[in-house]
């Protein structure tokens, strides 16, 4: 049973560059999260979705855009990468009120 | 709104002794209270929830945590801590049927040798 599956778990980008950190599920969960945790800070959401073709803004969303098209991927896009954006970024589901469950997570370095 | 405040960033305490972080959280409905814990270089795992019932939860490696309404709080406590307690703990909210969680900033536990 995979559970939530990240990648890349690396990737150093320069700045401007743009890249795809994909996320799927295999636990037909309808609630999915892309965070991002930065020392001291704990984790900040970027965007969620409900359902498949569902998605919402979360605390901090500004250079960052996601899709939902089938109930188990969740990719998260960086368009311009800015060396703010250099964090661990976190996928997670869920089937609501329960646990949520993690991924290994992908760190990512803009310079 | 919902918040969540980790009242400690870091708490060093040694082998067999015990240990509670604390957090306290903010919302004006009912809520939903987690505890996860990260290891270095992994992603965060669950160790215990407050959904609905009993005030106290409990987990399999020993550590148990009581939601408490009246002062908003689910500290996490832990009577004998061992060396591979070691990581980050991280307390999670979610509230009013959203389904959308909110985490502290973590507390750090080191136990010592």
């Known amino acids: 049973n995979a559970g939530v599956t990240q990648t890349p778990k690396f990737r150093i980008l320069k700045i401007g560059q743009s890249m795809t950190l994909q996320c799927t599920q295999d636990?037909?969960?309808?609630?999915m999260y892309w965070y991002r945790q930065d020392p001291g800070m704990g984790l900040k959401l970027i965007y969620y979705s409900v359902g498949a073709g569902i998605t919402d803004k979360g605390e901090v969303p500004n250079g960052y855009n996601v899709s939902r098209s089938t109930t188990e991927d969740f990719p998260l896009r960086l368009e311009l990468a800015a060396p703010s954006q250099t964090s661990v970024y976190f996928c997670?589901?869920?089937?609501?009120?329960?646990?949520?469950?993690f991924g290994q997570g992908t760190r990512l370095t803009v310079v | 709104a919902q918040s969540v405040t980790q009242l400690d960033s870091q708490v060093p305490v040694f082998e067999e002794a015990p240990v509670e972080l604390r957090c306290n959280y903010s919302s004006s409905v009912s809520v939903y209270l987690f505890w996860y814990v990260q290891y270095p270089n992994q992603g965060l795992q669950l160790l215990l929830k407050y959904l609905s019932g009993s005030t106290l939860v409990e987990s399999i490696n020993g550590f148990e945590a009581e939601f408490n309404k009246s002062q908003t709080s689910f500290h996490l406590r832990k009577p004998s801590v061992h060396i591979s307690d070691t990581a980050e703990y991280f307390c999670a909210v979610s509230s009013g049927g959203s389904y959308i969680p909110t985490f502290g900033r973590g507390t750090s536990l080191i136990v010592h040798p």
């Open positions: 636990m037909n969960h309808n609630y």
């Open positions: 997670a589901s869920s089937s609501g009120a329960g646990e949520a469950f």
